[in-house]
């Protein structure tokens, strides 16, 4: 991805992140522009999660943002699935269930 996009992938442990416990138990990150995967957490979805976090993200506060990742609002178990992430703005909880429900798809 570095040589053809310029986004560095970096592997990592758990025990690599220090002072971080939310991190410390991620399955990746993206920090600085560049994605973090720790591999004591990581399932085989994380590395494209990570990668349409920024391609999302390169479109956010547009108006195809918000009709994107407003959808997650029509499942039916929306309201308990963001409950798991705790005080973040309604974009962001969206964005974050899109990005899980279609890197799932893209992985199978």
Same mark, same amino acid.
């Given at each position: 991805m570095r040589d053809c996009y310029g986004i560095k992938i970096n592997y990592i442990h758990s025990e690599d992140v220090v002072g971080n416990a939310d991190v410390n138990l991620a399955k990746g990150f993206i920090q600085n522009g560049e994605i973090y995967?720790? #591999?004591d957490n990581a399932t085989i979805d994380s590395p494209i999660h990570e990668?349409?976090?920024? +391609?999302?993200?390169?479109?956010?506060n547009t108006e195809t943002f918000y009709q994107l990742v407003s959808q997650v609002e029509q499942f039916?178990?929306?309201e308990q699935r963001i409950a798991k992430y705790g005080n973040?703005? #309604?974009s962001d909880?969206?964005?974050?269930l899109f990005v899980e429900e279609l890197a799932k798809? +893209?992985?199978g």
């Open positions: 995967i720790n #591999l990668l349409l976090h920024l +391609l999302i993200g390169s479109f956010s039916e178990d929306f973040r703005t #309604l909880l969206e964005e974050e798809y +893209l992985t």
